[in-house]
């Protein structure tokens, strides 16, 4: 999708103060949040949006990230109320009941129904039967993402001998001698405790 090729200078500035924000270390939500805006646009161009502001974007990926920690606290509470530490469909579906609470859906009224029959559970295979499903463009990474990870090289690779027999040659080398040999200490001076009182009183 694009951005409708025009942006005011206050998207600007702001996304110029989002990526300087981004350039440091990376925040534990970021990697979901790049993929609600990913799945988010996508829904958007499937009902026919040719573009949007990255603004709008933002705050329907807020939308759907906060719908879905909704979901997931009301399904483990219902998975608590039932004695159980792990949800099931069940839980997620009075969840989904729950969140739908404020405009209703077909079977609300029926008392002690099966989960399995509930509207909103109709409606689900309805539209998964209907609608034709649109994979992300390009694969998404599983989480957390792992780069280049460096590891410590081993006896081995470097060439050195442990230092000794018990230390097997595929372990991880030591660090240079010069990191661990010698630690600095302070001088600490002796005190005398009844000086020190007396210095206190002073």
């Known amino acids: 999708m694009s951005h409708g090729g025009v942006e005011s200078t206050r998207d600007t500035k702001k996304g110029e103060e989002r990526r300087s924000s981004l350039s440091g270390r990376p925040k534990a939500d970021d990697f979901g949040r790049s993929v609600s805006k990913i799945a ?3 829904i958007c161009e ?7 502001k990255e603004s709008a974007l933002e705050a329907l990926a807020d939308i759907s990230i906060r719908y879905l920690c909704d979901l997931g ?3 483990s509470f219902h998975a608590n109320l ?3 530490t792990e949800c099931n469909v069940f839980d997620i579906t009075r969840a989904l009941e729950d969140l739908g609470d404020s405009h209703g859906f077909p079977g609300a009224s029926e008392v002690g129904s099966c989960l399995v029959g509930s509207g909103t559970v109709r409606e689900i295979v309805q539209f998964v039967d209907t609608k034709e499903e649109i994979p992300f463009a390009q694969p998404v ?8 990870q460096k590891l410590i090289p081993s006896f081995e690779h470097m ?3 442990p230092s000794g027999k018990h230390t097997p ?8 001698p010069h990191t661990y040999n010698h630690t600095p200490m302070w001088n600490e001076r002796g005190s005398d405790p009844c000086a020190d009182k007396i210095e206190q009183a002073r």
């Not at 990474?141 to 280049?148: G, I, T």
């Open 40 to 42: 988010v646009a996508q």
């Open 46 to 52: 499937s009902v026919g949006y040719q573009g949007c």
């Open 73 to 75: 606290k009301n399904a």
């Open 82 to 84: 039932a004695g159980r």
């Open 141 to 148: 990474p599983k989480f957390p993402v792992v780069r280049n």
């Open 159 to 161: 060439k050195e001998t």
């Open 169 to 176: 040659s595929w372990l991880p080398a030591f660090p240079d």
